[in-house]
Protein backbone atom coordinates (compact mmCIF):
# COMPACT_ATOMS: atom_id res chain seq x y z
CA UNK A 1 0.00 0.00 0.00
CA UNK A 2 1.37 3.64 -0.54
CA UNK A 3 1.16 6.41 2.11
CA UNK A 4 0.66 9.73 1.47
CA UNK A 5 1.82 12.46 4.29
CA UNK A 6 -0.06 15.46 4.55
CA UNK A 7 1.12 17.91 6.66
CA UNK A 8 -1.38 20.40 8.35
CA UNK A 9 -0.21 23.62 9.23
CA UNK A 10 -2.32 27.20 10.13
CA UNK A 11 -2.41 30.91 11.00
CA UNK A 12 1.38 31.52 10.26
CA UNK A 13 0.96 34.71 9.85
CA UNK A 14 3.52 35.53 7.99
CA UNK A 15 6.16 33.90 9.92
CA UNK A 16 7.47 30.29 9.06
CA UNK A 17 10.22 28.98 11.93
CA UNK A 18 13.01 26.38 11.07
CA UNK A 19 11.39 23.94 13.52
CA UNK A 20 8.07 24.03 11.15
CA UNK A 21 10.41 23.84 7.92
CA UNK A 22 12.20 21.07 9.10
CA UNK A 23 9.46 19.44 9.79
CA UNK A 24 7.51 19.87 7.02
CA UNK A 25 10.34 18.11 4.83
CA UNK A 26 9.29 15.33 3.39
CA UNK A 27 5.51 15.73 3.03
CA UNK A 28 3.36 14.75 0.38
CA UNK A 29 1.10 17.73 0.42
CA UNK A 30 0.92 20.29 2.54
CA UNK A 31 -2.87 21.50 3.83
CA UNK A 32 -2.61 25.28 5.29
CA UNK A 33 -6.23 26.29 6.63
CA UNK A 34 -5.16 30.09 5.99
CA UNK A 35 -3.59 33.48 7.94
CA UNK A 36 -0.32 32.58 5.57
CA UNK A 37 -0.41 36.13 5.29
CA UNK A 38 2.60 36.35 2.81
CA UNK A 39 3.30 34.88 -0.81
CA UNK A 40 6.46 34.29 0.04
CA UNK A 41 5.29 31.80 2.24
CA UNK A 42 3.45 30.49 0.13
CA UNK A 43 6.05 30.13 -2.77
CA UNK A 44 8.07 28.55 0.09
CA UNK A 45 5.79 25.78 0.76
CA UNK A 46 5.24 25.32 -2.92
CA UNK A 47 8.54 24.86 -3.03
CA UNK A 48 8.71 22.07 -0.41
CA UNK A 49 5.37 19.95 -1.56
CA UNK A 50 2.39 20.45 -3.31
CA UNK A 51 0.36 22.55 -1.03
CA UNK A 52 -3.82 22.71 -0.64
CA UNK A 53 -4.58 26.10 1.28
CA UNK A 54 -7.30 28.61 2.24
CA UNK A 55 -8.15 31.90 2.51
CA UNK A 56 -7.79 32.95 6.70
CA UNK A 57 -9.25 36.61 7.72
CA UNK A 58 -5.80 38.11 7.53
CA UNK A 59 -5.21 36.90 3.85
CA UNK A 60 -7.38 39.39 1.86
CA UNK A 61 -4.73 41.77 1.04
CA UNK A 62 -2.56 39.46 -0.64
CA UNK A 63 -3.08 37.12 -4.18
CA UNK A 64 -2.07 33.43 -3.77
CA UNK A 65 -3.75 33.31 -7.21
CA UNK A 66 -7.21 31.90 -8.41
CA UNK A 67 -7.14 28.60 -6.87
CA UNK A 68 -6.58 29.71 -3.21
CA UNK A 69 -9.94 31.06 -1.93
CA UNK A 70 -12.71 30.80 1.54
CA UNK A 71 -13.20 27.26 1.01
CA UNK A 72 -11.25 24.15 -0.45
CA UNK A 73 -12.21 21.28 -1.77
CA UNK A 74 -9.91 18.21 -2.43
CA UNK A 75 -9.16 14.85 -3.30
CA UNK A 76 -6.25 12.76 -1.98
CA UNK A 77 -5.52 9.46 -1.82
CA UNK A 78 -9.39 8.49 -2.11
CA UNK A 79 -10.88 10.72 -0.04
CA UNK A 80 -12.60 14.17 -0.18
CA UNK A 81 -11.25 16.95 1.78
CA UNK A 82 -12.19 20.06 2.94
CA UNK A 83 -9.80 23.60 4.17
CA UNK A 84 -12.40 26.25 5.71
CA UNK A 85 -10.46 29.07 8.19
CA UNK A 86 -13.59 28.84 10.82
CA UNK A 87 -14.77 25.20 12.03
CA UNK A 88 -18.16 26.48 12.08
CA UNK A 89 -17.85 27.01 8.29
CA UNK A 90 -17.29 23.36 7.49
CA UNK A 91 -19.72 21.44 6.20
CA UNK A 92 -18.43 18.28 7.96
CA UNK A 93 -21.60 15.94 5.71
CA UNK A 94 -19.57 16.97 2.45
CA UNK A 95 -15.84 15.56 2.82
CA UNK A 96 -13.92 12.72 4.78
CA UNK A 97 -11.40 15.12 6.17
CA UNK A 98 -12.10 18.28 6.84
CA UNK A 99 -9.02 21.44 8.65
CA UNK A 100 -9.85 24.45 10.03
CA UNK A 101 -7.66 26.81 11.84
CA UNK A 102 -8.44 30.53 12.81
CA UNK A 103 -8.45 29.50 16.85
CA UNK A 104 -4.84 28.96 16.71
CA UNK A 105 -5.39 26.07 19.23
CA UNK A 106 -4.90 22.31 18.18
CA UNK A 107 -7.33 19.60 18.30
CA UNK A 108 -7.73 16.29 15.98
CA UNK A 109 -11.34 14.47 16.59
CA UNK A 110 -14.15 12.40 14.65
CA UNK A 111 -17.43 14.19 14.30
CA UNK A 112 -20.00 12.02 16.35
CA UNK A 113 -22.61 12.29 13.34
CA UNK A 114 -20.48 12.37 10.12
CA UNK A 115 -17.56 10.12 11.31
CA UNK A 116 -15.65 13.14 9.14
CA UNK A 117 -12.32 13.87 10.95
CA UNK A 118 -11.74 16.94 11.86
CA UNK A 119 -8.52 18.85 12.41
CA UNK A 120 -7.28 22.14 13.76
CA UNK A 121 -3.42 21.98 13.51
CA UNK A 122 -2.79 24.89 16.00
CA UNK A 123 -0.13 27.93 14.87
CA UNK A 124 3.53 27.12 15.12
CA UNK A 125 3.78 31.01 15.12
CA UNK A 126 1.30 32.35 17.97
CA UNK A 127 0.06 29.42 19.75
CA UNK A 128 -3.25 29.94 22.46
CA UNK A 129 -2.94 27.64 24.98
CA UNK A 130 -0.67 25.25 23.86
CA UNK A 131 2.61 24.41 22.28
CA UNK A 132 3.47 25.86 18.81
CA UNK A 133 1.89 23.47 16.54
CA UNK A 134 1.55 21.43 13.28
CA UNK A 135 -0.83 18.42 12.27
CA UNK A 136 0.20 15.29 9.92
CA UNK A 137 -2.37 13.11 8.52
CA UNK A 138 -1.20 9.84 6.79
CA UNK A 139 -3.41 7.77 4.54
CA UNK A 140 -3.38 4.81 2.44
CA UNK A 141 -4.35 5.03 -1.60
CA UNK A 142 -7.51 2.56 -0.28
CA UNK A 143 -8.92 5.57 1.46
CA UNK A 144 -7.66 4.82 5.01
CA UNK A 145 -6.64 7.26 7.41
CA UNK A 146 -3.27 5.66 9.20
CA UNK A 147 -2.75 8.04 11.56
CA UNK A 148 -3.68 11.54 12.50
CA UNK A 149 -2.09 13.41 15.02
CA UNK A 150 -0.69 16.75 16.26
CA UNK A 151 2.79 17.81 16.58
CA UNK A 152 4.69 20.18 19.38
CA UNK A 153 7.13 22.04 17.42
CA UNK A 154 10.07 23.31 19.33
Not at 51 to 61: F, H, K, T
Not at 68 to 80: D, H, N, P, T
Request: charged share 20%; with cysteine.
Amino acid sequence: MTKTRYDIIADTHGFLSPGLLENLQGANVIVHAGDICSPSDYRTLCDIAPVQMCLGNNDWAYDYGPLVRARKIFYGSGLKWQINHYREHLNLSMSDIAICGHTHTPFVERDEWTKTLVMNPGSPTYPRHSQPSMGRIVCGDDGTILEARIIELP
